[in-house]
């Protein structure tokens, strides 16, 4: 009998889902289900009966449930004893990637800066946070990118957001309620990384319609490609989150893509074996809560 078994038991007898507990505990449905298979060998009685939709406690379950919320509490006090000194292993080191903190909502932002000193911070782009998550050299990575898989990690989505187009003021574009991608055919695009791994799903469709790679600036802050922006009339434009439609930089218009599968997507990338992995279930599920409390930053 295994502690994850009892966490496992747990969320599922308070969601009365095998597939809301895996959400809460950051794992598969399956796991969930094997957990409780075992649990119910080893005391030898079903724990849960289906009823509808539901799955909920069998009437052996409930007293099983009830000493599992007991153990689980004892556990969890007898970890809090020695919560100074597991601080400085429990500290994940973070990969972000480059337009990250520029593209976060203000809840987030603040959620960061409040616990500051239990990251470390490395930023990269997209490509590479995937590659340390993977290779273990980072606990987990927060990435801000359009729609992909991850097939050598887990994720999750914590948030998404409206792609917007940030043109200057007097430009052609900065007069349009929305930007098709044909729309972008002409112009320069201002990029915080490659486009095939952030970017994919927009550059599909641009090279589809004939758009020339040499058109694109990779950039190294959101500051130069603002920059740009609006020192430059037309031609030139940056692909930004829902914060810069909040209060767009002086000289600058945005506006938003118009087709919803070039949203972006806010991921959080890890190995579920990671040694931090405990610290790493309660950042994302804290962050993820941050997002869905910012109007717009998860339906788009």
Known sequence: MEIQQLRHLQAAANSQ??????????????????????????????????????????????????????????????????????????????????NFFAGMPLAVDELLLERSSSFRFFERDCGECYRLVCSNEVDAAIIMCMERE???????????????????????????????????????????????????????????IGYNRSSVSILPSTSSMLHMVRTRRGGSVGIASRRFAVTPPGGSVS??????RLDWHFYALYKPEAVNSHAIASFIQDIHVAFSQSDGWNNG
């Open 17 to 98: 889902s095998y597939a809301q507990a895996a959400k809460k505990c950051f794992t598969s449905r399956q796991n969930i289900a094997h957990s409780v298979k075992a649990l119910e060998g080893e005391v030898g009685t079903p724990l849960f009966e289906r009823k509808g939709n539901r799955m909920v406690l069998t009437e052996e379950g409930r007293q099983v449930a009830y000493v599992v919320d007991e153990v689980l509490e004892r556990v969890d006090r007898l970890g809090s004893m020695f919560q100074d000194g597991l601080a400085a292993r429990s500290m994940l080191n973070l990969a972000v990637s480059t």
């Open 150 to 208: 991850f097939s050598d990690c887990s994720v999750v989505e914590v948030g998404r957001s409206k792609s917007y187009v940030i043109a200057n003021e007097g430009s052609d574009l900065a007069k349009k309620e929305s930007v098709s991608v044909d729309e972008l055919r002409n112009e320069k695009l201002l990029l915080m990384s490659e486009p095939g791994f952030q970017y994919g799903p927009l550059f599909s469709q641009l090279y589809a």
């Open 255 to 260: 506006i938003p893509l118009a087709d919803p």
